[in-house]
């Protein structure tokens, strides 16, 4: 049996071959020299494509293909994966390539991307949020406020986010005044009746809900400006992770490298010094 023979006209060839901007989440090897990257692109989604040759050091695809990277690339459709034929780097974000911490923030962006981000389907809200994120990683120092920062509105766009205004238990609305319980397996907070005998609940002071409040509705640029020390930062991801981890039905593991870190820098390290992580 033979097949449909390939169409030659360069009006069809054009079809088969397009453009993607993207950002490059994911690398892994694949056969003797080729790479598969996945980038979050603002029109597709999460995207798997192969760079054939990749791993040979002549590549000069390799180097605007690095994770995190913001590329455009000329792509070839093909029966399994489709190939990357050019990349072109728009953006490297070279101080976080510079910073352990900075990049351990980035794997925690990643791996939370590739989770979330639909494959194959428009969210050019995600794409904006990942593309703000790495520029903050890139250019602040307070990662702890980018990272919670970025978790909020995560969960805002992929419709996941936690119920913050009123009790997930009696509908009741939460009170600032008391302390209140966080409930991941209900979908966010409740109120003291209702949480305080749920196992797995954590008691959440008011100072953090409305943190959290806060963060879900404001830009980083506007929260940048909050006076909130380090410590309640790690203290709102504890929240978070019980939140996510529960969605997930895992732990992240981009997070534990994060708290190694954390806990070098606590024992005098040098990485990361100055850089609130
Ligand atoms: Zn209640």
Known sequence: MS?????????TRRQRSYRLTGIVLHRRDQGEADRLITLLTPNQGRVTLIAKGARKITSRKAGHLELFTHVRV??????????????????NYPRLRASLPRMAHAYYMAELLLHFAPEGEADTPLFDLALETL?????SDNLLLVSRWFEAHLLRITGFQPQLYV???????????????????????????CGEAKR???????????LMRY????TLAEARTLPVIPETWRELEAYVQGYLRVILERDIHALAFIRRLRQEKGKGGREGKGIGQ
């Open 3 to 11: 097949e449909r023979a390939p169409a030659t006209s360069a009006r």
């Open 74 to 91: 000329q792509v070839a459709q093909a029966r399994t994966w489709h190939i990357i034929t050019q990349a072109e780097t728009l953006h």
């Open 200 to 210: 797995h609940a954590m008691p959440l002071p008011p100072r953090l809900l409305k």
């Open 135 to 139: 520029a903050y990683l890139n250019g």
């Open 167 to 193: 009790c997930t238990g009696c509908r009741a609305p939460l009170s600032l005044d008391v302390t209140n319980y966080w409930v991941p397996v209900e979908g966010g907070v409740q109120c003291p009746r």
């Open 215 to 218: 963060l879900q509705v404001h």
